[in-house]
């Protein structure tokens, strides 16, 4: 079946413009994961979606960053006025949730460079 | 809070030889443990994961780890390196909390020598 897919593969833009990133979550999963992967910091934690609301948002590293879900599906990361420091890999993830031990399925990626 | 170590930046083994990459971690509750492998220009990929039960635990591609309580460790093994296990592996924790998300170590690159 489908897995978790992300869009664009790579964005590249310049400092201070907005970016969007989207995910496309397994169909049925009601959990959805941020992470961001750097050099610098490695892989971390952005936010957390159940369904439609995120109850945990305490990965986003600055008030420049944002996310929504919508229809319990497709979710979206903004990042406004970006940065150099912004560049990495934004990494999407989903779960079912039926139990706490479900496995988190990654898909493949957006790298977005700040110029 | 949650953390994971993995000792070694960088693995070599040479093809046919055991693998072994280590991960330590620190929990204050019993933890949940996955290893992740990533190919390049990849997502992450899940080997196997420790969550209750069998502290042996076998994954895919003849990888296997086991969860050690004593020495709060999860080390992946593999008997024998093929060239195409040449990745980068990441091992996590997941969070006692609701959302459950992952802490990872910093990751391994793994290297198969000819």
């Known amino acids: 079946g489908a897995g978790v897919s992300q869009s664009p593969s790579n964005k590249v833009t310049e400092k201070g413009k907005d970016v969007e990133l989207r995910c496309d979550p397994i169909s049925g999963h009601t959990a959805l994961y941020w992470y961001r992967q750097s050099l610098g910091q490695g892989l971390e934690f952005l936010i957390y979606f159940q369904g439609n609301s995120a109850p945990d948002k305490s990965g986003l590293p600055s008030d420049r960053f944002s996310a929504e879900r919508t229809g319990g599906s497709v979710s979206t990361l903004t990042i406004q006025r970006t940065q150099q420091e912004d560049s990495a890999v934004y990494l999407c993830?989903?779960?079912?949730?039926?139990?706490?031990?479900?496995?988190?399925?990654f898909g493949p990626g957006t790298r977005l460079t700040v110029l | 809070a949650q953390s994971v170590t993995q000792l070694g930046s960088h693995v070599s083994v040479s093809e046919g030889a055991l693998v072994l990459l280590r991960c330590n971690y620190s929990?204050?509750?019993?933890?949940?443990l996955f290893w992740y492998v990533q190919y390049p220009n990849q997502g992450l990929q899940l080997l196997l994961k420790y969550t209750t039960g069998a502290t042996l635990v076998k994954g895919i591609n003849g990888f296997e780890a086991e969860f050690k309580k004593s020495e709060t460790s999860f080390h992946l093994t593999k008997p024998s390196a093929h060239m195409s296990d040449a990745a980068e592996y990441f091992c996590?924790?997941?969070?006692?909390?609701?959302?459950?998300?992952?802490?990872f170590g910093s990751g391994t690159q793994l290297t198969v020598l000819p």
């Open positions: 993830a989903s779960s079912s949730k039926r139990t706490n031990t479900d496995t988190q399925y």
């Open positions: 996590a924790v997941s969070s006692s909390g609701s959302a459950r998300q992952l802490t």
């Open positions: 929990s204050s509750v019993p933890p949940y």
